[in-house]
């Protein structure tokens, strides 16, 4: 997935020390596999970057298809399931959490980012930190927060939201506890003040000023559906673009997620700065809020990459689908030559990598981060395909066979390697339980 789209047929990759160190055709390295410690035959496989996810919120793993919230758009389905998140136990946190990234990694994500934003019953930024340990998932944890409620004009719950100074000391606690900026690094944290309808402009700016004095990156919603727009109009007298910028929040250190109703001058200006996107389409789908302009942001030169959000909003989290729903939706959208299906899956590797400020993950070549997802081609759901790169868009998306994370075997054989599934599957199952009782 490099700038100049290098494809390698019958292709081999030699990594050294969690490093790509050689990237060729398999006639080219198979002098080096006589010293290598494992040869491992890809046959009837695509070996792709590990995919990159770039907007979750993983303890919604919890509350999928909850009837209150299957039939309604952002506002009524946030307000439907803030009490029912109001519950969650930091047990309750760190399963859900491992749910969904081991959902990400057997769908070939290597990479992600996570949204918390509620902290209730003592639950910590720290029990999904501990979960990507578990696993081997490499994580952009980002620390978010809502300061305004119910009563303040917000829409969270007051017993929900936290004091401003609070949660500027808890970030900073954060970054400078787990955020490690080196290259191949497995754990950075990132700031991420909720929304403007559950956050102060002024906690928005100070996050803003407080992560650039600890150099690390910004995330938020913004302009996901109409009524966000209106919002931001109502409250603050401007666009969503608009508000954002007067508070600092745009540029290279930053991404916002959705962004469906950014306006034209808000694109431009996005474009201008370097600011990022995460494109949700199966989310903005599910809860109705619009077809986002995706060729409208690459087309301008809007850094994009693509999440699957809260599992209560997908509400599943396959991210080789959620390339595939990104092709689907731009063609619907904007016409059939609208998004290609390697255009699709760059929004997942480099563009994904771009967003989350990261130079070592992305596209397959020497230096780079040995992630690799290895996806079979071989399955009767791909039979007959003549073009194995595109037919994992095109067609069914298939489950990963093996994954690698900083050159470490992560899934092997369709096997998670780091937790028996059943079993997080039947935890999963009575926390949820517990949570609705």
Known sequence: ???????????????????????????????????????VDLSGCVVLPGLINTHHHMYQTLTRALPAAQDAELFGWLQALYPVWARMTPDMLRTATQVAMAELMLSG?????????????????????????????????????????????????????ESEPAILRDMQRLVEQFHDPQPGSL??????????????????RDSARLARSLGVRLHTHLAENSNDVAYSRERFGKTPAEYAEELEWVGPDVWHAHCVHLDAPG?????????GIAHCPCSN??????????????????????????????????????????????????????MTARQALALATTGGAQV???????????????????????????????DPVAALVFCTPPAVRHLLVQ???????????????????????????????
Do not use: K
């Open 1 to 39: 997935m490099d700038a100049a789209g290098t494809e390698i047929a019958d292709g081999a990759v030699l990594i050294r020390d969690g490093w790509v160190a050689q990237v060729g055709s398999t006639a080219d390295l198979a002098p080096l596999a006589a010293a290598a410690d494992e040869v």
């Open 187 to 204: 754990v950075q944290i990132a700031l991420a003040p909720c929304s403007p309808f559950s956050v102060s402009p002024g906690l928005m």
């Open 267 to 275: 694109t431009a200006r996005f474009a201008e700065t370097g600011t």
């Open 285 to 338: 789908m599910r809860l109705a809020s619009g077809i986002a302009p995706s060729p409208a942001w690459r087309a301008a030169g809007v850094r994009v990459g693509l999440g699957v959000d809260g599992s209560a909003s997908n509400d599943g989290a396959h991210l080789l689908g959620e390339v595939r729903q990104a092709m689907l939706l731009a063609r619907v959208g904007h016409g059939p030559a609208a």
């Open 109 to 161: 994500c290597t990479t992600s980012s996570d949204h918390l934003y509620l902290f209730p019953n003592g639950c910590r930024l720290e029990d999904t930190i501990d979960a990507a340990h578990t696993l081997g998932l490499r994580f952009t944890a980002t620390r978010g927060a809502m300061s305004v409620g119910r009563s303040a004009g917000g829409l969270p719950p007051d017993d929900l939201v």
């Open 407 to 437: 050159g470490a075997w992560r899934v092997r054989d369709g096997q998670l390697l780091g937790a028996d599934t059943a079993v997080l599957a039947e935890r999963q199952r009575a926390h949820a339980r517990v949570l609705l009782a």
């Open 356 to 386: 989350l400020g990261r130079s070592d993950i992305g596209h397959l070549a020497p230096g780079m981060a040995a992630d690799l997802a290895i996806f079979p081609v071989d399955s009767l759901a791909l039979a007959g395909q003549h």
